[in-house]
């Protein structure tokens, strides 16, 4: 019988240029290590492969060619490729041919993705209980159980293989080419992996940094946000928020009011503006709004209409005019921080020697 | 031995903080059923996975209500004071949206998950989740449960997970030929009711050349939250009929026996042995069929006589299943949150 570096090397030939995308090809060799050593770990975790071992024989021999080195990444769904069909093969050998379980059948869906550089679909065991085959681009039955009972009994006569059962020689079969189908599945899952967790990282910025919204503008911003969502597709945050009727409170200084009313806690609408939440310099606004301050002074309207810039998407500084009169405002955010600031300077001083020595 | 599964399981409406044990719990109760594994637990057979996308809904409410409580409570001083420089409630519902009330723990989750773009970070989470598992244990070994607006969640972020779109390279998503998972289970199925960005009878969430090889939703017969707007695949070029009629693939599981008047509850699901046996099977647990159907003999001998009528009546008095879209599936669950009221009972998922 030929041996399966033989059969790979000519199945590799005969499928041409056969790769998996620049990404996985180009794998460092820690990589390859890392991937070695799970590799190692999950055909240690199924030893049922061992009950077949013609199978998990020719199972070994893909992965320590991947593993010395002498099986590049993006050869090797050509190998597994090569690995199924000669399993296909074995199976045939046993007396369990296409009529008993149509595995071969399914072959040429996964030369199909093998071809499309898409990898190699994975293998499922269907559940027990219900049938008896494997889930391979849709479940692959074994149409006879008892005959492929059979089969497998004769089979262990002649000592070919310590499965009990078809369910057990089929388990065998899945648990050989799942460890060696991982390592393809791995190629792809580690670069989605790390591509959402930035995405998850940036949603996380943009839920903590950016301005608390009103259902108002929750609801707007959601709308223009969502534009073009479509399936395969996870959207970034918003870049910019709408500011649309937003209220809070500021404390407003009018120079020109009377004695004792010069500094108000006013009502502040933002009436429309829009804010850039991911500028990082503290210094530089990152919005503005056009906005409507209320607040109760003697001689004075009611309402001004001003200009808010804001910081860090929270701290509002503006100006307001109302009868020629300008006034300035800050949010009370600004306000709590100044507090916090001022608290942990009192607790500072307090700290400090009542003299300093002389 | 075959290799340990994964499930990872996600919650409907509501608190969830309860969600993970009441799985367990119910599932623990259901293997009890089974001479073969009434002396295990669910925990040792199978590794189940939690996902709460509540935590982000959470936040952001918390975050709507402080912003907006200060400006509230200053308009409400001012009224008082004979001031009302503003009318009508402005911003009394924002500064109130983190109080613990039905709406704002229940349909506020659905508002959220359906209409703001606190979605997609929900959706991030869970693949993040399942493209761990994945990487751990290799797809196939891989299942998910959704329950209620859990299963919204469930197959829309698979669809943006699997679903190969034009202009993007790769990395940004798995192939469900050399990807696909095991089995998706949405139990209490309400995807197609709130569809949003992809039409779910055409989606990826399907098997056998979609994102999983079993794709099981479950439907009590008297859940009224279940009865607007069934998915109900049919031949479409995407569905076909020998997959729809093969139960490896497919299968509508209709549970009937009514335990507990809560039959939207996923304890109420989960314990039913028509419901747990076909998602315990595809977890690899060695159940026959009939084991099941005796584990569910055993199980509906406690049901509640009556009950089911009852339910079915009510339901149908009240045409839950002529409503569509949100509204539907929020008057379905105020309608069962009202009659078990009536019954002493709270609603809970």
């Known amino acids: 019988m030929q041996t399966l570096r033989a059969v790979v090397f000519s199945g590799i030939l005969a499928c041409g240029p056969l790769s998996l995308p620049a990404a996985a090809q180009a794998l460092p060799p820690e990589d390859i290590q890392e991937n070695c050593s799970r590799y190692r ?64 059948q399914q072959l040429p869906k996964a030369k199909a993705i093998v071809d499309a550089e898409r990898g190699i679909p994975n293998m499922a065991m269907l559940p027990p209980g219900q049938a008896t085959g494997v889930s391979f681009e849709g479940p692959v ?8 009972d059979r089969a497998v009994a004769a089979a262990r006569e002649t000592k070919q293989l310590a499965a009990q059962s078809c369910r057990q020689l089929l388990e065998s079969l899945q648990a050989s080419y799942e460890p060696l189908q991982l390592l393809v599945q791995r190629a792809y899952t580690k670069e989605v992996k790390q591509y959402l967790e930035g995405l998850q990282l940036r949603w996380d910025d943009f839920l903590t940094r950016s301005r608390a919204q009103t259902a108002l503008e929750l609801a707007v911003n959601s709308y223009l946000w969502r534009g073009d969502k479509t399936s395969g597709m ?86 307001t005019r109302r009868d020629g009169n300008t006034g300035y405002f800050i949010s009370v955010d600004l306000l709590e921080l100044y507090k916090d600031k001022k608290k942990t300077l009192d607790k500072y001083t307090r700290n400090l020697p009542k003299e300093l020595p002389k | 031995m075959p290799v340990k599964q994964t499930l990872i399981i996600v919650h409907g409406m509501g608190d969830p903080k309860d969600f993970e044990k009441e799985v367990i719990d119910s599932l623990n109760s259901g293997l009890k059923l089974y001479p073969a594994y009434k002396k295990k637990k669910i925990e040792q057979l199978v590794d189940i996975v939690y996902y709460d996308y509540d935590t982000i809904f959470n936040k952001y409410r918390k975050a709507m209500a402080d912003s907006a409580k200060p400006f509230a409570d200053r308009l409400a001083a001012l009224r ?20 613990d009330t039905f709406f704002r723990t229940h349909w506020l989750d659905v ?8 979605a ?36 829309d972020t698979l669809e943006s997970l699997y679903k190969k779109y034009e202009g993007h390279d790769r990395k940004k998503n798995l192939d469900p030929s050399t990807h696909r998972l095991g089995s998706v289970h949405l139990v209490a199925n309400v995807s197609n009711l709130l569809e949003s960005f992809c039409e779910v009878e055409k989606s990826l969430v399907r098997p056998p050349d979609g994102c999983a090889n079993a794709y099981y939703q479950y439907r009590h017969a008297v859940d009224p939250i279940t009865w607007p707007s069934p998915f109900e695949p049919i031949e479409n070029g995407f569905w076909t009929s020998a997959i729809i009629a093969d139960d490896l693939q497919y299968r509508v599981v209709r549970p009937s026996a009514v335990l507990d008047l809560n039959t939207h509850a996923i304890t109420h699901y989960l314990r039913d042995p028509v419901c747990h046996g076909p998602l315990l099977q595809t977890l690899n647990l060695e159940l026959t069929n009939d084991d099941i159907k005796s584990a569910a003999q055993t199980y509906s001998a406690d049901s509640l006589q009556g009950k089911a009528e009852l339910l079915r009546d009510r339901w149908k008095e009240l045409e839950v299943d002529r409503l569509e879209g949100i509204p539907a599936l929020i008057q379905a669950a105020q309608a069962l949150r009202d009659m078990l009221a009536n019954f002493g009972k709270t609603f809970k998922e």
């Open chain 1, 41 to 104: 770990n999950d055909v240690k975790e199924r030893d049922a492969a061992q009950r077949w071992k013609r199978v998990a024989d020719l199972a070994k021999d893909v992965g320590d060619e991947y593993c010395g080195g002498s099986l590049s990444p993006d050869k090797l769904p050509v190998a597994l490729f090569e690995f199924l069909s000669e399993s296909s093969r074995e199976l045939d050998s046993l007396g369990i041919d296409e009529k008993l379980f149509p595995f071969r």
């Open chain 1, 141 to 148: 039955r074994v149409n006879d159980v008892p005959a492929c």
């Open chain 1, 234 to 319: 996870f959207l970034e945050p918003p870049t910019w928020q709408l500011v649309l009727l937003h209220p809070s409170v500021v404390l407003e200084y009018v120079d020109k009011a009377i004695d004792g009313n010069r500094s108000e806690e006013g009502l502040m609408l933002e009436v429309i503006g829009a804010n850039w939440w991911r500028n990082k310099h503290w210094y530089l606004p990152t919005g503005a709004s056009y906005v409507l301050v209320y607040s109760d002074r003697a001689g004075l309207p009611d309402w001004a209409n001003g200009v808010a810039v804001y910081f860090d998407s929270k701290y509002v500084l503006g100006a």
């Open chain 2, 80 to 99: 008082k004071a004979g001031q009302s420089p503003i009318e009508g409630d402005f911003l009394t519902w924002e500064s109130e949206i983190d109080s």
């Open chain 2, 111 to 118: 508002l959220f998950y359906c209409y703001t773009f606190l």
């Open chain 2, 120 to 155: 997609e970070p929900a959706r991030i989470g869970l693949a993040r989740k399942i493209v761990e598992a994945v990487d751990k244990r290799g797809s196939q070994n891989v299942h998910v449960l959704g329950h209620s607006l859990g299963t919204s969640v469930v197959h």
